[in-house]
């Protein structure tokens, strides 16, 4: 059974850091392209980072591409976006998804993953 599981997030001051986790059971990493999302209230899911394995490429959205870094342990088969400078606008909850079924191309359309996570949420507040 595929599953991913967020964790990491959390109430932070702006100008701070956190570092999420995702944890992949029921399929291995070489496997997929792994993608981080995020849904702000009354917003629509966006993408914001994605890593794959056809060549270990990352990618970023352009308005984030400065503060977010992801990173991939294959070894605890497990994907990592470390945020920094946070800021007020980046609080949303924050979901890894998998695509491999059919591309392990990365790209940030939400409906061209086959399976997420539960999402974990980040707030950016003094």
């Known amino acids: 059974q595929v599953q991913l599981v967020e964790s990491g997030g959390g109430l932070v001051q702006p100008g701070g850091s956190l570092r999420l986790s995702c944890a992949l059971s029921?399929?291995?990493?070489?496997?997929?392209?792994i993608g981080w999302f995020r849904q702000a209230p009354g917003k629509e899911r966006e993408g914001v980072s994605c890593?794959?394995?056809?060549?270990?490429?990352?990618y970023y959205r352009y308005s984030v591409e400065d503060r977010f870094t992801i990173s991939r342990d294959a070894a605890k088969n497990a994907v990592y976006l470390l945020i920094s400078s946070l800021k007020p606008e980046d609080t949303a909850v924050y979901y890894c998804?998998?695509?491999?079924?059919?591309?392990?191309?990365?790209?940030?359309?939400?409906?061209?993953?086959?399976?997420w996570g539960q999402g974990t949420q980040v707030t950016v507040s003094s």
């Open positions: 998804a998998a695509k491999g079924l059919r591309s392990r191309l990365c790209e940030f359309t939400p409906g061209a993953y086959d399976h």
């Open positions: 029921g399929f291995t990493l070489r496997d997929f392209a």
């Open positions: 890593t794959t394995s056809l060549d270990g490429s990352t």
